[in-house]
């Protein structure tokens, strides 16, 4: 086989860009093993543009399944609406380059817009792209309340042993991230994917905006690590509790102190690490010093 005939979509033009994924020929090497091909799936990442009233205002590269609950939770949590109310309509065109998002949004809302519009070509790994001074890099959230009830220690290592099970993009493709929503118990209700790690947080938003979720009393999971945009997400979606697989980084950590969000990270197995607000868990803390 050429070179050639690697890397190339076996039938692209037989699935649907809904699915997430694409069949291609790859090479399988090995320093003892001999070279062989096989089709193998491929997460997409694809450019979705948004569009408001009219206005451009950002282009994100994600994979193209649930794009309303893309475009929803990433206009909440950048705060260009104030609820889904906000958000009057919209519309998804496919074209050649990629998708363009249409939203129309309440006219109050339109000042907001002006105010954090950015024209970008927003990356997977990044959430900054585009933002053109320090001022805008962090919203003015408001602290969230203190949560009515003490979260189980094991319902959050539940919750996250859960999400590890409910990502089939990432079994097939092993390359996306996800954000699930579990009840306060540990048991995972709701779960998005995409290779971005921030459009599948705000794709989970999206879904539970959109049907009108209560937040103020379950555990967000992420599958990545927890930056100080995933804290500010969660935040402005009135989540007390954001639970990472990975680690957290300083400026994370210093967020969800500030907006009263518990913040832990290294979820695995049975056990994690919580960098703020530990009282909330229902347990009594053991100091090893």
Same mark, same amino acid.
Not at 31 to 60: F, K, M
Not at 162 to 190: E, I, K
């Given at each position: 086989?050429?070179?050639? *005939? ?7 033009? @037989? ?11 790859v090479t399988r090497a ?39 609950? &893309?475009?929803?939770? !990433?206009? !909440? ?8 109310? @906000?958000?009057?309509? &919209?519309e998804i065109a496919e074209?050649?380059? $990629?998708?363009?998002? #249409? ?37 003015? %959230? #408001? ?50 994917? @995409? ?5 599948? &947080?705000?794709?989970?938003? $999206? +879904? &539970?905006?959109?049907?009108?979720? *209560?937040?103020?009393? $379950? ?8 930056? !100080? ?12 509790? %954001? ?19 518990? %913040?832990? $990270?290294?979820?695995? *197995? *049975?056990? !994690?690490?919580?960098?703020? +607000?530990?009282?909330? %868990? ?8």
């Amino acid at each position: 086989m050429s070179t050639a *005939d690697l890397s190339l979509p076996l039938a692209p033009s @037989d699935e649907p860009l809904a699915t997430g994924h694409s069949s291609y020929r790859v090479t399988r090497a090995g320093r003892h093993a001999p070279c062989y091909a096989e089709p193998d799936e491929i997460a997409q990442e694809i450019a979705v543009a948004l569009e408001y009233n009219g206005i451009s205002h950002a282009t994100l590269l994600a994979t193209p399944t649930d794009l309303e609950d &893309l475009a929803l939770g !990433f206009s !909440f949590t950048e705060g260009i609406i104030r609820s889904a109310r @906000d958000l009057y309509d &919209l519309e998804i065109a496919e074209t050649a380059k $990629g998708f363009i998002i #249409q939203a129309t949004i309440a006219s109050a809302c339109v000042s907001e817009l002006k105010l954090r519009r950015r024209s970008l070509a927003g990356r997977t790994g990044c959430g900054l792209c585009g933002i053109e001074s320090l001022d805008e890099v962090r919203r003015t %959230l #408001q602290p969230l309340p203190a949560p009515t009830l003490a979260y189980d220690a094991t319902a959050i290592a539940q919750a996250a042993q859960q999400l590890r099970a409910r990502q089939p993009l990432h079994l097939l493709t092993g390359a996306t991230h996800a954000a699930g929503w579990s009840s306060s118990a540990g048991d995972v209700l709701y779960v998005r994917e @995409d290779v971005g790690r921030h459009n599948a &947080l705000d794709k989970l938003i $999206g +879904h &539970l905006l959109r049907t009108s979720v *209560d937040t103020t009393g $379950g555990i967000a999971i992420i599958s990545s690590r927890a930056s !100080f945009e995933m804290v500010q997400k969660a935040a402005a979606a009135g989540m007390s509790v %954001l639970v990472a697989v990975s680690a957290a980084t300083t400026y994370a950590v210093n967020m969800a102190s500030e907006l009263n969000v518990m %913040l832990a $990270g290294f979820a695995r *197995d *049975d056990s !994690f690490t919580v960098y703020s +607000h530990p009282e909330y %868990l229902n347990t009594e803390e053991v100091s090893l010093e």
